[in-house]
């Protein structure tokens, strides 16, 4: 069995848990491949040296198989995980290091016990969108996917942006406003949902448009079907504006036109411990607490 290993920073409290992870791992004979600066920080944090098959930096290497990729961290770790996995199909588990865990959602004290889960075939996995950004001048480089949205932003505080948006070019609307998001159903409970967006199930084959700081009352968040080709026309005087994939955040000048759609691949995301988005909701976000109930 093939396992990549991607992760972040984290506390002294999770020290010690990440050796009882590696020596699982061992004792199971797994071939690991880790990220070279998260080996370097395990070393340099822990000063415990994993027994490692590889190391990889920023792609996987493309002659290996992979049956798990573990991401250890936060949300934002995960955000990134989906990114070097990409259209690979490798199910991705998350391993919360971080405050909320919403994506990367198996805490320190499950660690163990989600291992032993997932190799002996108890899990389920949930297929999740990603939308693919195309321009003009490829301000992205190679990564133009992502898994939660894809924001245009004003770059100005005193001035708003003028965002003209299509779908399969029929005219939506010209959006004056701070900036606007485009999210997957995963990305309904991230920024999109700070910014009055919907909480869309991740299942769902839908694409969200949320207007950040929107001028006008009449304007709301909008749902569209998930085979919308969107396009984003930028008629701002600002000379820059930023856009951002999930984590990634580009200053790119006025293009002629930006278009969204969904991806042609999912990212697999590992489900265990009969995890349900709901419940998730509830004890994350703490969706629907009443005292009543």
């Known amino acids: 069995m093939n396992i990549a290993i991607y992760g972040r920073s984290f506390g002294n409290s999770f020290s010690g848990i990440l050796i009882q992870l590696f020596e699982e791992l061992k004792q199971s004979n797994v071939n690991i491949y880790i990220d070279k600066k998260f080996k370097e920080f395990i070393f340099t944090k822990v000063l415990y040296y994993p027994d490692v098959t590889g190391v990889f930096e920023k792609e996987l290497p493309s002659d290996v198989n992979f049956d798990f990729f573990l991401s250890i961290g936060g949300d934002g770790t995960f955000l990134e995980s989906a990114t070097i996995v990409r259209d690979r199909g490798i199910p991705i588990l998350g391993f919360n290091t971080g405050r909320l865990g919403f994506l990367s959602y198996v805490d320190s004290k499950n660690l163990i016990l989600a291992i032993k889960q997932m190799f002996d075939g108890k899990y389920c996995i949930d297929k999740r969108m990603m939308l693919e950004v195309e321009c003009e001048d490829n301000f992205y480089g190679k990564n133009n996917i992502c898994l939660n949205e894809f924001a245009l932003q004003k770059k100005s505080r005193l001035k708003m942006i003028k965002l003209k948006v299509y779908a399969d070019d029929n ?113 994350k976000l703490m969706w629907g607490t009443d005292l009543r109930n």
């Open 171 to 283: 005219y939506i609307n010209t959006y004056w406003s701070d900036g606007l998001i485009i999210a997957t159903p995963t990305g309904s409970t991230a920024y999109s949902l700070s910014c009055s967006g919907p909480i869309v199930a991740p299942h769902s084959d839908v694409i969200l448009i949320t207007p950040i700081a929107n001028h006008n009352l009449t304007v709301r968040p909008l749902v569209l079907s998930g085979n919308t080709k969107i396009k984003i026309l930028i008629e701002s005087n600002l000379d820059k504006v930023l856009a951002s994939l999930d984590y990634r955040a580009y200053s790119i000048k006025k293009t002629n036109e930006i278009i969204i759609k969904k991806a042609n691949f999912n990212i697999n995301f590992v489900n265990l411990f009969e995890n349900t988005y709901f419940s998730t909701l509830r004890n």
